[in-house]
Nanobody
Framework: QVQLVESGGGLVQVGGSLRLSCAAPGSISSINVMGWYRQAAAKQRELVAIISGASTIYGDSVKGRFTISRDNAKNMVALQMNSLKPEDTAVYYC??????????????WGQGTQVVVSS
């Protein structure tokens, strides 16, 4: 069972910042996509940001506020979240896997880390 280790969630006030981190086992060298998803109460899980090589994709609601980065050597991905809003409150999940020609060959999920933005 592959485990992604997440850290950095917590409680923050509106307008504040948080940084989430996630580490995948270094033994899995084929991981080429890493990212973050989130799920708010009574809502479906949604894309926050993903990174593959030099390419990044952000969800519309976080563009300009969140930045995803990756340390390839350590199989780690980070999400810097600035200008947080109450609607950013959710459980954030790390995702890591391998894709080839648009097909997901395998993927792993973290256990989730809670982010609460208070007004």
């Amino acid at each position: 069972q592959v485990q992604l280790v997440e850290s950095g969630g917590g409680l923050v006030q509106v307008g504040g910042s948080l940084r989430l981190s996630c580490a995948a086992p270094g033994s899995i060298s084929s991981i080429n996509v890493m990212g973050w998803y989130r799920q708010a109460a009574a809502k479906q899980r949604e894309l926050v940001a993903i990174i593959s090589g030099a390419s990044t994709i952000y969800g519309d609601s976080v563009k300009g506020r969140f930045t995803i980065s990756r340390d390839n050597a350590k199989n780690m991905v980070a999400l810097q979240m600035n200008s947080l809003k109450p609607e950013d409150t959710a459980v954030y999940y790390c995702n890591a896997g391998e894709e080839a020609m648009g097909v997901t060959l395998y993927e792993y999920w973290g256990q989730g880390t809670q982010v609460v933005v208070s007004s």
